[in-house]
Antibody, heavy 118, light 108 residues
Framework: QVQLVESGGGVVQPGGSLRLSCSAS????????MHWVRQAPGKGLEWVAF????????YYGDSVKGRFTISRDNSKNTLFLQMNSLKPEDTAVYHC???????????WGRGTLVTVSS | SYVLTQPPSVSVAPGKAASIPCGGN??????VHWYQQKPGQAPVLVIY???GRPSGIPERFSGSNSGNTATLTISRVEAGDEADYYC???????????FGTGTKVTVL
């Protein structure tokens, strides 16, 4: 079965950096695009970034463009999110998700919590 | 940017039907997906491509999409359906994925 497990969250000061990882199993990782989605405490879902299966293209939400970088290592079935210049408003649970065949978010990980605070 | 609007909350008695609207400009021309999220859990896809049902999702869940509104309908609501529900589309004009504002379904 499909499993997505995020790691790398924690507490970081404003202006700091953090790198999240998402380990994937149960499907052929290099055949599928992957997303990061975040959810601030008590708030709704916000799409963060998307990367195609071969990393040929990446796309970002307006609130993170220029600060976050999505990447992947298909040899290790792992997705990454490099987060720089972090702001308090980036505090959220970050989920990775597998792209489905219809542009849906087919499977989700449980998420990792990032807290940006001094 | 494209905006999807949902009512903050919907209340329904057990055994009745709940309808959750998702409003967007000409949303009927887009492909809509729906997710269920229970407290402390990851979202789960319950409807894909307007009305498709993933394996394991009960037939009580159905979707439709036309004009400026997409709708998720839960028939014969059960206590276990209590959750937050989000609609989602891909906006081709911006290459952005967009989520609705979310609706909390309460079973009375």
């Amino acid at each position: 079965q499909v499993q997505l497990v995020e790691s790398g969250g924690g507490v970081v000061q404003p202006g700091g950096s953090l790198r999240l990882s998402c380990s994937a199993s149960g499907f052929t990782f290099n055949n599928y695009g992957m997303h990061w989605v975040r959810q601030a405490p008590g708030k709704g879902l916000e799409w963060v970034a998307f990367i195609r299966n071969d990393a040929s293209n990446t796309y970002y939400g307006d609130s993170v463009k220029g600060r976050f970088t999505i990447s992947r290592d298909n040899s290790k079935n792992t997705l990454f999110l490099q987060m720089n210049s972090l702001k308090p408003e980036d505090t959220a649970v970050y989920h990775c998700a597998k792209l489905g065949g219809y542009g849906d978010f087919e499977y989700w990980g449980r998420g990792t919590l990032v807290t940006v605070s001094s | 940017s494209y905006v999807l609007t949902q009512p903050p909350s919907v209340s329904v008695a057990p055994g009745k039907a709940a309808s959750i609207p998702c409003g967007g400009n000409n949303i009927g021309t887009k492909t809509v997906h729906w997710y269920q999220q229970k407290p402390g859990q990851a979202p789960v896809l319950v409807i894909y491509a307007d009305s498709g049902r993933p394996s394991g999702i009960p037939e009580r869940f159905s979707g439709s999409n036309s004009g400026n509104t997409a709708t998720l309908t839960i028939s014969r609501v059960e206590a276990g359906d209590e959750a937050d529900y989000y609609c989602q589309v891909w906006d081709s004009s911006s290459d952005h994925y967009v989520f609705g504002t979310g609706t909390k379904v309460t079973v009375l």
